[in-house]
């Protein structure tokens, strides 16, 4: 129980010594608190005894600064705006999981387990929930949390420290009763947002007329993204431990010791975390979350499996993506059937026409889904989608709506949907390119300027902090950037008007944008979002040509010659930069001061592949020259066939005897969304298609 505390003499009234005494043991009592209401769920006092305790705290710490430790509960309610996120590199990688849904898939894991083991060893495998939530890094130093960092490319994220400071669950301070604090650990967890409180949360943003959260994920994602950490505060978020990344100061034999070393710490782990020695064990498991998996308030698309000995896990190493001694068991998405009431048109930042059917919304695990995309023109085809169907929906990798199948057909159903003939943006006569609809005004339709803005700033073009989604449909809706050109015209009193903005936000992306006016050539390119031109192309490009004018006056055969270049990706990039509304965009940046610097040329004709080589089959939601261009785009390379030298194998419904001589040959296989995190965590961009 709470010590007794003479908590009636205003603070200004106790001397120096007292007032520090008096601090340290409220810090203490609070930190204990806050562990058993929010880790262990079993308060020893009322809210109204914790908050006395509180603004105690907050007075001694008023009258006295240098009492405001950076572990006090105090830093929880927030702190000052911050301008921008800092880059931070992460202590260690934080992979991806290769992942599947088949149980025979899950015993040849287990077969490449005990291959590595030995024949004298038998396995342990630590199994645990496959939490969808926002992954993030906690760094502590000597028992204090010092840093927060997301997931962002597996190596670098954002530092969002002030924002995790202000959830409950997570300590401060490391609890030491038990065990003593290393000298440096780094945890991998995950940011929730639990359904219930995402369903308070969705409800509260509709009666304020603002748009709500797709999902718990993304509402988990971007609260901790917010500039301000008070807004981070006012929502109601968890953060779940499992693993342990770094440490210095202390080791570990096994992921179980682990686990339990971070219970003693204080931090919350995840329900339900068993052990298991043989594949049936596991399926056992998965089976008993997946049937209970409706009733769970928080979402979770799978278990993870793990191999329990970390001498052995050094052993088998890791790939590129992810390591080989874990394994993510994914469930089945999610399935509902609703009716198509209509079908539209979406256009993205690169001219693509999408088609989406709007539906009468359907709740799919958790979720309400009113619109699905419909992938291209040669899908609705296949898939013979019309107005009116009714439909099977489900969530893919449970995020991305898809619409599965017509499951019955009416004898008056509608005629075959058309797609238009121009672009219902901006009126211009689109064209086809393979299964897509392009609208060809790049830089000039509205729809696809705001999603060219937003890609002008993103992190792997001219990293503009404050340039996102919002802000980017916001200042083309408003008619204050009408061509990209204009971004630089901007003025605080453009800005400060606008939701969202205050003077300080506003002065902050105004010279943001300023800042780029000398941008590295490479990251320009990007940034201009010029087809087939991820980051590995744009800096070869950049590297062969030195300078944006040589790059502009070249041919198209100058351009093949071009390590990963080649004579399509050269044909779309010429057309790109010579195309004539396409080069009085580039003019009017340039005019505007923008000088992107320049280098001696370097010859890349012979330079070594980077991304690797991948082999795609099944059904994809692109075609399968489209996939294989996004990956030749980041630097990679495809191939039509399986062989000890793939390095991965991008595997969509109905894959057949390319997916079984990748599990023969212990290939990594990725679904379409790790591919697609692949080829964005190498800065490249997917065709908005769906």
Known sequence: MTPDLDLRPDPSDLSADE????????????????????????????DE???????????????????????????????????????????????????????????????????????????????????????????????????????????????????????????????????????????????????SAFEAFNARL?????????????????????????????????????????????????????????????????????????????????????????????????????????????????????????LAYKFEPRKEVTRIERIGIQVGRTGVLTPVAFLRPVVVGGVTISRASLHNREELVRKDIREGDRVRIQRAGDVIPQVVEVVEQEADREDPYRMPTHCPACGTEVY??????????????????????????????????????????????RDLVTRLAELYTLTPDDLIHLEGFAEMSATALVQAVQDTRTPELERFLVALGIPEVGVTVARDLARHFGSLGALREASAEALAEVHGVGPIMSEKITAFLGEKR????????????????????????????EAGVAVFTGALPVSRTEAQDLWESVGGRATSSVSGNTDFVVAGENAGSKLEKAQELGVPVLDWDDFVAEVESRGGSVLEEG
Request: hydrophobic share 35%; net charge negative.
């Open 49 to 195: 005894a914790y908050d006395e305790l509180f603004r105690r705290l907050q007075a001694l710490e008023e009258e006295w600064p240098e009492l405001a430790t950076p572990d006090s509960p105090t830093r929880r309610v927030g702190t000052e705006p911050q301008d921008a996120f800092e880059n931070r590199d992460h202590l260690a990688p934080m992979l991806s999981l290769d992942s599947t849904q088949e149980p025979d898939e899950v015993r040849r894991f287990d077969e490449r387990v005990r291959k590595a083991l030995g024949e004298d060893r038998d396995p342990t495998y630590l199994l645990e929930p496959k939490l969808d939530g926002a992954s993030i890094e906690l760094v502590y130093e000597d028992g204090v949390f010092v840093r927060a960092v997301t997931r962002g490319n597996g190596r670098t994220g954002e530092d969002v420290t002030a924002n995790l400071r202000t959830i409950p669950s997570l300590p401060l301070r490391l609890r030491t009763e038990t065990r003593a604090a290393p000298a440096v650990v780094a945890f991998r967890g995950e940011v929730m947002m639990y359904i």
């Open 582 to 609: 396409n080069a009085v965009a580039i003019d009017a940046i340039l005019e505007q001061g923008v000088v992107p610097t320049e280098q001696e040329p370097v010859d890349t004709s012979d330079a070594v592949e």
């Open 432 to 477: 086809e390119e393979g299964p897509r609809t392009i609208c060809p005004n790049r830089f000039g339709c509205p729809a696809q300027l705001k999603g060219r803005v937003q890609h002008y700033g993103s992190r792997s073009a001219l990293d503009i902090e404050g340039l996102g989604e919002e802000t980017a449909a916001l200042l083309v809706d």
């Open 19 to 46: 007032a520090r005494d008096q601090a340290r043991t409220l810090q203490s009592e609070l930190r204990r608190h806050s562990h058993l209401y929010y880790v262990e769920a079993r308060p020893q006092i009322s």
């Open 206 to 326: 509709a009666e304020e007329g603002r748009e709500p959260y797709a999902s718990p994920r993304n509402s988990a994602a971007g609260s901790i993204r917010q500039l301000d950490p008070s807004v981070t505060a006012s929502r109601e978020l968890d953060v779940l431990v499992f693993d342990v990344l770094h440490v210095e100061g202390a080791s570990f034999a096994s992921d179980t010791d682990g686990l339990e070393a971070i219970r003693q710490w204080g931090l919350k782990v995840p329900e339900r975390v068993e052990t298991a020695t043989d594949p049936e064990e596991i399926l056992a498991y998965h089976a008993g979350f997946e049937v209970e998996r409706d009733e769970l308030d928080y979402e979770i698309d799978g278990v993870v499996v793990k191999l329990d000995d970390l001498a052995v896990r050094q052993e088998m190493g890791s790939t590129a993506h992810h390591p080989r001694w874990a």
